[in-house]
């Protein structure tokens, strides 16, 4: 099966830097790839997603980029505020199959 | 983006109890999952909750266990079954409109701590 690896764990970044979170899957199917948010005692929120037949998305100040032959995939969030502090998740699937998601990343923006 | 609701939000039990949660969307949709998240891990899927038929479990969870209902294509039950204390954890519903749509929206959670 699927197998996501999400890279860092944790990261810290001042308040108005740049952030980046790194994704790789096994399966070259897959052909989705969310992103979700989720601060403490939350939900889950989606808050990008990619499919295989683009390399980047952008929405406002977040950005997920990738690279289907390295199958590996980022989220890119620029001019960072606390209120971005919260866990993100990667995740990865074929079309109407489960979900696979990585580890995740516990993000602090410090003000 | 669906609206979907969960009950109880949390609960407390005693270990060999049963708990039922709930899972409400406010609109028809094709796929159901119910999720475990332990404390400060990812998400891992219990289990696919078919209409109309039984649910598919992943690697690692059975019937016995997790037994999951799927009435209609707005409501799903999950309950954890004999509980011990190795189950606390927040269980979580997601829904997706299609089959063919992606996109997976998180319900709540439900909160549980076994003593």
Sequence with gaps: ?111 | SAVISQKPSRDICQRGTSLTIQCQVDSQVTMMFWYRQQPGQSLTLIATANQGSEATYESGFVIDKFPISRPNLTFSTLTVSNMSPEDSSIYLCSVSKTSSTDTQYFGPGTRLTVL
């Design chain 1, 1 to 111: 099966g699927e197998n996501v690896e999400q890279h860092p764990s944790t990261l810290s970044v001042q308040e108005g830097d740049s952030a980046v979170i790194k994704c790789t899957y096994s399966d070259s199917a897959s052909n989705y790839f969310p992103w979700y948010k989720q601060e403490l005692g939350k939900r889950p929120q989606l808050i990008i997603d990619i499919r295989s037949n683009v390399g980047e998305k952008k929405d406002q100040r977040i950005a997920v980029t990738l690279n289907k032959t390295a199958k590996h995939f980022s989220l890119h969030i620029t001019e960072t505020q606390p209120e971005d502090s919260a866990v993100y998740f990667c995740a990865a699937s074929i079309t109407g199959n489960q979900f696979y998601f990585g580890t995740g990343t516990s993000l602090t923006v410090i003000p």
